[in-house]
Nanobody, 122 residues
Framework: QVQLVESGGGLVQPGGSLRLSCAASGRIVSIYRMGWYRQAPGKQRVLVAAITSGGSTNYADSVKGRFTISRDNAKNTVYLQMNILKPEDTAVYYC????????????????WGQGTQVTVSS
């Protein structure tokens, strides 16, 4: 059984910072890519940032220069440092593990966390 557990969401004022964490647990062999998506009310879930096991990153244009994604492969954990937060960053943030390989289970699969609310408001 694989679980992705997110933490670090909350309420912050515009211009503030938050750091999200997501730890994947279970009998994990490898995870190709870990990332963060977000979904605002009435909108589709979209990619915010992602990082491969080799350290390659990509970001949504709207967060470039403000957000930084990092990863600890040994801990199967991904982080999202969010700075200069704006009201439009308000959303539920979801952690994703792409092409995760589990011991004894053939193939690689996609997993999601339960989501953590980020609210940017004065």
């Amino acid at each position: 059984q694989v679980q992705l557990v997110e933490s670090g969401g909350g309420l912050v004022q515009p211009g503030g910072s938050l750091r999200l964490s997501c730890a994947a647990s279970g009998r994990i062999v490898s995870i190709y890519r870990m990332g963060w998506y977000r979904q605002a009310p009435g909108k589709q879930r979209v990619l915010v940032a992602a990082i491969t096991s080799g350290g390659s990153t990509n970001y949504a244009d709207s967060v470039k220069g403000r957000f930084t994604i990092s990863r600890d492969n040994a801990k199967n954990t991904v982080y999202l440092q969010m700075n200069i937060l704006k009201p439009e960053d308000t959303a539920v943030y979801y952690c994703n593990a792409d092409r995760l390989v589990v011991v004894g289970l053939g193939g690689a699969y996609d997993y999601w966390g339960q989501g953590t609310q980020v609210t940017v408001s004065s």
